[in-house]
C-alpha cells in the first residue's frame, strides 16, 4: 500500500509538472505572438511614414517645374494622380512663403478631390527648411517636404489619416495575424496530442506493468506441474475459507492428504511417471470436490483440501469417503498400472477454533494417525470431533 501510494504521488506530481509545463509554453507562446504583431505593426507603421515621405519629396520634384513655369493645370493633373492613393485626405503645394499655389482636398472617402483654393498665409515649418518634417494631429499625419530648384521655392504638404492604411499594408497585417494564428493553434494541438500520447504512453505502461505484476502473482502462486495452488497461498486460502464459513455457517473441513506408495512410483518408473502421476492426482482431486473450494498441492505427494458448506455428518463422510475412492483408482502411467492410496487427515472448523496454522497442523497430525491406523483412509484430529460426528 505505501509503494501504490508513493507511485500515485509520483504520478500526481508529474502530471502537475507536464501541465505547469504546458502552460508556461503556451504563454510563452501567446505573450511571443502579441510582441511579434505589435513588432511587425510598428515595423509597418515606420514603412508606411517613410513611404509617405518619400511620396511627399517625390511630389515636390513632380510640381518644381510646373511652380517656376506657372503651369497650375499640370500640377494639378500631377497631384490628382497621387491622391488616387485613398489613404491621402489632402495635398497642399505652397510658394517659399507658405502662400497656397494649389489645394486638392478629399471631402471623404469615396468622393474625388476638390481644388480648394485659400490665399491665406499657412505656417510652414520655418525650424527645418531643409528636411522633410511628420506632425501627427489626432488621427492625421501632415508630411511637408521642401520644393527645391537649385534653390527653395515652395512647400508641399501632404496630409494622410492613420485610420485610412493601404490596402497591400492591411493585407499584410491580416496575412501575419493569420499565420501566427495559425502557428499557434498548431503548436497547441502538437503539444495537446503530445501530453495526451504521453499519458496515453503511461497509462499503456501501467496496464501493462499490471498485468505483467498479475501474471508474475499468478505464476508465483500456482504450482507449475500440476497447475494447483501453491503453498504461498495457503495460510491466505485457508483464513479466507475461515470468514466464509462464520459469514454462511456450516462447517470448514480442512483437509491434509498424502499419497500411499508414491515413493515406490519414483522408484520403480521414475521421476517422470511420478510427476505424470502426480498431474492425474490433482485432476481427480479437483473433479471430486465443488468449484468454491480449495485443492492446494503443498509439495511433494502432498495435498491440502479445503471443503466448506459441510452442515451434516452424513455430507462429510460422503465427501471424504468419495475423495479416497477417487484417489485409489488404478492409475495407467506410460502403459503401466499404478495403484496408489491416500492417507486424509481432517479437522473441522470451528470445532477446532485455532489459527489457520493450528488448523493445518492438527490436520496433519491426523494425516498420520490414518497412515498409523493402516492407511487409504481418512482419520479425525480430535476424538471428541470423532464422537461428535459418530454420535
Sequence with gaps: MRIDRRQSIAKSTLRKAIYTIAGVVLLIMLLSSVWTYYSISQILNISLERRNVALTKGIGISVSSPIITHDYAEMESTIRQVMLNQGILSILITNNDGTPLMYLMRQDINSEPAIIFDQSAIQVPKEALDASQVIKENNISYIWSPIVAGMPIGWVRMSTSSAISDQILNALRRNIVLSVAGLFLAIITILVFMIRYFFKDIHQHEIELINTNKT????????????????????????????????????????????????????????????????????????????????????????????????????????????????????????????????????????????????????????????????????????????????
Design 216 to 391: 508474475l502473482e499468478e505464476v508465483a502462486s500456482m504450482d507449475a506441474l500440476t497447475g494447483l495452488p501453491n503453498r504461498l497461498t495457503l495460510n491466505q486460502r485457508v483464513m479466507a475459507a475461515m470468514t466464509q464459513c462464520v459469514d454462511q455457517g456450516g462447517i470448514l473441513a480442512v483437509c491434509f492428504l498424502d499419497l500411499d506408495g508414491f515413493k515406490g512410483v519414483n522408484d520403480t518408473l521414475g521421476h517422470h511417471a511420478g510427476d505424470q502421476l502426480l498431474i492425474e492426482v490433482a485432476k481427480r482431486l479437483r473433479s471430486v470436490v465443488r468449484e468454491e473450494d480449495s485443492v492446494i498441492r503443498v509439495g511433494g505427494d502432498e495435498f491440502v483440501l479445503l471443503l466448506g458448506g459441510l452442515v451434516t455428518q452424513q455430507k462429510s463422510k460422503y465427501s471424504l469417503n468419495r475423495i479416497i475412492k477417487a484417489v485409489s483408482k488404478i492409475y495407467v502411467i506410460n502403459r503401466e498400472r499404478v495403484e496408489i492410496s491416500a492417507s486424509l487427515g481432517v479437522t473441522f472448523y470451528p470445532f477446532d477454533n485455532g489459527s489457520p496454522e493450528q488448523l493445518l497442523e492438527h490436520a496433519d497430525q491426523a494425516m498420520y494417525g490414518a497412515k498409523r491406523n493402516g492407511k487409504n483412509q481418512w482419520y479425525f484430529y480430535q476424538s471428541i470431533q470423532k464422537d461428535l460426528f459418530e454420535g
